[in-house]
């Protein structure tokens, strides 16, 4: 019956997606080696482990909105969960490897966005938990199928600066907000009452002078 260990080689920028997207490459490896696996059906959980890292005073000041003030942080600190995805390996013997595509999100309303983008440099220390169906030639020459044993995980760091990349490369000096449609209404009645062209100009006009701002 197979057994397989799961690790995380590298993480790169998918060029030209739909959707922003990281690529974990995956190494997996069977026991017994010379047993067949026709097919892997692999799910994975991943989970950002924040505590397994420190912050720079930036980075404490620029992630208040999603813990707190730094004070606080014994207490609001948790293991996030990030995002579900999935693959399938096709036949191997003893170790295979492939790609899972892992979507991102620019959303600020994701914590995990927020927590990314709260980030200046360094790792994201990351948890993938595993789950799916391998399907093998059993003894009998039939092929079975059995479920990937729970406890099967990979820890990886991900580069800042990789997350940082790929939504260079997808939103290059921009950003995405999401607005109620009533605020959104009264801003775009103000800018054509203005007579704004941009979005931009909006904010900047709405916004108070550097030496006028809270400080932070």
Known sequence: MPDLSITVAAAEVVPYAIAPTLSFR???????????VHTVVLRAQIQIEVLRRGYGRGEEQRLRDLFGESSRWGQTLRTMHWTHASTVAQSFAGTTTIDLPVPCSYDFNIAATKYFHGLEEGEIPLTLLFSGSIFYEGDSGRLQVAPISWDKEARFRLQVKTWQQLMDAYYPNIVWLQLRRDVFEQLYQYKVESGIPTWEQVVERLLPPVDEAVPS
């Open 26 to 36: 995956l190494e997996l490896t069977n026991e017994p080696a010379d047993e067949r």
